[in-house]
């Protein structure tokens, strides 16, 4: 049974306090995933929220990759513009990881997909730091851990094969060919289960459930919260993590939580969590421990 550890307080603070109990120390040189939020999105969580966190691991970098989709993101030269008008560079180097191409990684033992594409220069790092923002999602239902480890940390390249079930590598052709939602679970499922193996357990997973939109934070038009926020929880294994914070948000007395529940299982968004389960990405048991 993984341990997940939670607190109700959202601040900088509470991040490390959070990794000081998952009692992890990440080795090296640390990727610390980040989602910039794209143009227009009012919900990603600023970069200020996440300094003083890396200032504690004495890293002053911050990970990304291009999207496969039209927008801010999906080219370097464009990213980089939007990184100076979100302030990310005010704070952090940031390492643009498929900026000079992507590598294949394997899959043993996948869902669907035999290989998966992330932006070569993740190999670069001994060890991992998740910082996710979770909320909805309008393609995989939510976003959260192992979306960050599989569309987050895959190429433009990649994003589209994870789309397509495997079968489109472009993105001018991408939305064209996009699997049904749970197929789409079973491939982000492959995908996170490869820069899991990777790492090969040099890995810190921490997730802020506030700014409960059904969107993600790549919606340039994306709703507002439909639910108060509900606090920051952190493990080593990202699937008991996401479970635990799917959990808290049924949980939940705030009525607005319909919503976001009705966003997630009409994109079949669950099975992601049984998807990665069965793979051996991590498990669906969890203790929860409030800190």
């Known amino acids: 049974m993984s341990k997940v550890y939670f607190t109700k307080e959202i601040s900088p603070e509470a991040l490390i306090k959070l990794y000081k109990a998952v009692d992890k120390k990440l080795p090296g040189k640390i990727a610390v995933k980040i989602h910039t939020g794209e143009h227009g999105n009012q919900n990603y969580i ?15 970098t911050v990970v990304e990759c291009n999207t496969a989709y039209e927008g801010a993101r999906n080219y370097t030269d464009k ?10 560079t005010k704070y952090f180097n940031v390492d643009i990881l498929d900026a000079n191409g992507d590598i294949s990684l394997p899959i043993e033992d996948g869902n669907r997909l035999e290989e998966n594409f992330i932006g070569k220069n993740l190999i670069n790092y001994d060890s991992l730091l998740v910082l996710s923002h979770f909320k ?3 393609c995989g239902g939510f976003g959260g851990a192992l979306k960050q480890l599989s569309i987050g940390c895959a ?29 789409f679970c079973e491939c982000m499922a492959d995908a996170a289960k490869s820069v899991v193996d990777l790492f090969n357990g040099n890995a810190v997973y921490i997730s802020s459930v506030v700014n409960l939109s059904v969107d993600c934070d790549c919606c340039e038009v994306a709703e507002d919260p439909c639910m108060k926020d ?4 952190a493990s080593t294994d990202p699937v008991a993590l ?8 049924w949980s939940s007395d705030d009525k607005g939580k319909d919503h976001l529940i009705e966003r997630i299982d009409s994109r079949s968004g669950r099975h992601i ?12 048991k969890y203790e929860l421990i409030e800190i």
């Open 46 to 60: 600023h970069p200020d929220f996440f300094k003083p966190i890396c200032d504690y691991l004495n890293t002053d």
């Open 79 to 88: 990213h980089l513009k939007l990184l100076k008008e979100h302030e990310w």
């Open 136 to 138: 909805g999602h309008p």
């Open 155 to 183: 190429s433009t390249k990649g994003k589209c094969l994870i789309h397509s079930d495997g079968k489109v590598s472009t993105q001018d052709i991408i939305w064209e060919n996009m699997c049904p939602n749970s197929i």
């Open 230 to 233: 509900i606090g920051i929880l």
């Open 242 to 249: 996401d479970k635990a914070c799917l959990d808290l948000i």
């Open 273 to 284: 969590i049984e998807s990665a389960e069965r793979i051996g990405t991590g498990s669906s």
